[in-house]
C-alpha cells in the first residue's frame, strides 16, 4: 500500500505535536514505519488520507463496539448539535444515562461522568481514599489505568514493596503510597495487605487486562480477590474502561459474578466521543461533592454529544442482548482460524480470547501475566503487523495491546483477515 500523503502529514505534524501524535500508542514506535493518517470511517472499515482501506480491529480503542458511523448514532449527534454542544449545566440526559447504566450494570446505585477513562480511575482512587481513611492503593504490573501520577509505577519486581516512578513528573511521594502486585497472582496481593496493615484504600485492577495484551483472570482470582479485599475493609476497584459493555452487558462483573465496590468505565460509555464516568453503591457516592467531603468536578463533565452518543448506543445493546453472543461467536472464529493457520505452519503462539476482545502473542509460554506477555517475540510481532497492514487488515500497533472485535465485522472480513495471515511467513 502507499502511504505518501500520511507520510507528509506526519512530517509535518511532528513539527507541531510532540512525536507527531496526541496519543504516544498511535506513533508506531513499537513497530516502526509510518502510521497511516486516518480521514474517514464506516462500519467495519477506517480509510486512511492515502485513500487506503483497513479491516479496522482497534475500534478507537474500543468505543465502537456498533461500527463506525453508526446511522442511529450519527442521526441522535447531528440532533443534538443543531440544538447546542455544550452547556455547563445540568441536562436531562446525564439523568437518562445514569438511568440506563444502572439498570444494565450490577451493584451501583449513583454514577458520575467525567470526561475520559483516566480521570475516572484518578477519581475513584481519590473516592476510595476518602471514604476510607486510607492512602496506598494496590495495583498490577502490565495494568494500565490512564496516566494519572498514581497509576505510572514500574513494578521492578513484582513483588517489590513499594513502586518506583516509570515517567518523569512522578514524584517518590507519590510512588511510595503505590504498592505493586502481579496480575493472576494473589499471593503478591496478601503479601502486601501483610506488609501495610489498615493502610491499603482500595486494589485497583483491569478484571481482564487489556493493556499487556488481553490477559484473563485465572479461575476464581477476582472473587479471591473481593474477599480479600473485605477481609482487610479495603475497596475493590474495577477498571472497566475497556471491558465495561463489552464482555458482557454488565460488562465483567456480570462475566464473572464479582461485585466491585467501585467501577470505571469509559470507551463505549460515550458512543465513540471522550467520556468517563465511575460508579458505586450510594453510601460510597455519596461521600462526594456536592453531597460529601471528597472533591471531583469537570466543566465539560456530562458533555451532551457524549451523553447523547453513549445514550444511543446503550440503549441499542440493551435492546438487543444478543448481540453479546454475536460478538464472542465472531471472535472465537477468528481466534480458531489463527489458531489452524499458524499450527499448520509451525509458528510458536498463544492467543487470548475474552469475549471480543483478543490477542496472538509469538510464544510457546502461556500468557498469564506481564512478565509471561514479555516471553513474546517482538520482531515476529513487527513483521506480522506490516504483513496484515500490508493486507488491508488494521492491528494495534504493538502486541501489548488488545484487538476488540466489533459488530459491524462479518463472514466477509474474517474471510479477508484469516486470508491475509494465510500468506504470513516468519
Excluded at 477519581?123 to 481513611?133: E, N, V
Aim: with cysteine; net charge negative.
Amino acid at each position: 500500500m502507499r502511504y505518501q500523503r500520511s507520510s507528509a502529514l506526519f512530517k509535518e505534524a511532528q513539527n507541531v505535536l510532540p512525536g507527531g501524535v496526541n496519543s504516544p500508542a498511535r506513533a508506531f514506535k513499537a513497530v516502526g514505519g509510518t502510521p497511516p493518517f486516518i480521514d474517514k470511517a464506516k462500519g467495519a472499515y477506517i480509510y486512511d488520507a492515502d485513500g487506503n482501506k483497513f479491516v479496522d480491529y482497534i475500534n478507537s480503542w474500543g468505543p465502537m463496539i456498533l461500527g463506525h458511523a453508526h446511522p442511529k448514532v450519527t442521526e441522535a449527534l447531528i440532533n443534538q448539535v443543531e440544538k447546542g454542544t455544550s452547556f455547563g449545566t445540568p441536562t436531562e440526559l446525564e439523568t437518562e444515562i445514569a438511568h440506563q447504566v444502572i439498570k444494565m450494570v450490577p451493584n451501583i446505585d449513583k454514577v458520575r461522568f467525567v470526561n475520559s477513562g483516566t480521570e475516572a480511575c484518578m477519581s475513584a482512587i481519590r473516592l476510595a481514599r476518602g471514604f476510607t481513611g486510607r492512602e496506598k492503593i494496590i495495583k498490577f504490573a502490565g495494568c494500565y489505568h490512564g496516566h494519572s501520577d498514581a497509576f505510572l509505577i514500574d513494578a521492578g519486581s513484582g513483588l517489590a514493596t513499594f513502586g518506583k516512578p516509570s515517567s518523569p513528573g512522578v514524584t517518590q511521594g507519590t510512588a511510595k503510597d503505590t504498592l505493586m502486585a502481579n496480575y493472576n497472582d494473589l499471593e503478591s496481593v496478601q503479601r502486601l495487605f501483610q506488609e501495610n496493615p489498615e493502610q491499603i484504600a482500595a486494589v485497583i485492577i483491569e478484571p481482564v487486562a487489556g493493556n499487556m495484551g488481553c490477559i484473563p483472570p485465572k479461575e476464581n482470582f477476582l472473587k479471591a480477590l473481593k474477599n480479600l479485599c473485605s477481609e482487610n475493609q479495603s475497596l475493590l476497584i474495577f477498571d472497566e474502561v475497556m471491558t465495561g459493555f463489552r464482555l458482557a452487558m454488565g460488562g465483567a462483573q456480570e462475566l464473572f459474578q464479582v461485585d466491585a465496590d467501585i467501577v470505571t468505565f469509559g470507551k463505549i460509555i460515550g458512543g465513540g466521543l471522550p467520556v468517563g464516568a465511575f460508579a458505586a453503591r450510594r453510601e460510597i457516592m455519596d461521600y462526594l461533592a456536592p453531597v460529601g467531603p471528597v472533591y471531583q468536578a469537570g466543566t465539560l463533565s456530562g458533555n451532551p454529544l457524549a451523553m447523547c452518543a453513549g445514550l444511543v448506543t446503550l440503549d441499542l445493546l440493551y435492546k438487543h442482548p444478543e448481540c453479546f453472543n454475536d460478538l464472542d461467536s465472531t471472535t472465537l472464529a477468528i481466534a480458531e482460524g489463527i489458531n489452524d493457520i499458524f499450527s499448520q505452519k509451525g509458528i510458536e503462539h498463544q492467543i487470548n480470547m475474552v469475549g471480543s476482545m483478543i490477542s496472538i502473542f509469538f510464544t510457546d509460554v502461556k500468557v498469564v501475566d506481564f512478565e509471561s506477555a514479555k516471553t513474546a517475540n517482538n520482531p515476529t510481532f513487527i513483521k506480522f503487523y506490516h504483513h496484515m497492514l500490508d493486507e488491508g487488515i488494521y492491528l494495534p500497533p504493538s502486541s501489548f495491546e488488545t484487538w476488540f472485535v466489533g459488530l459491524a465485522i462479518s463472514d466477509k472480513e474474517i474471510d479477508k483477515t484469516l486470508n491475509a495471515i494465510e500468506k504470513f511467513e516468519i
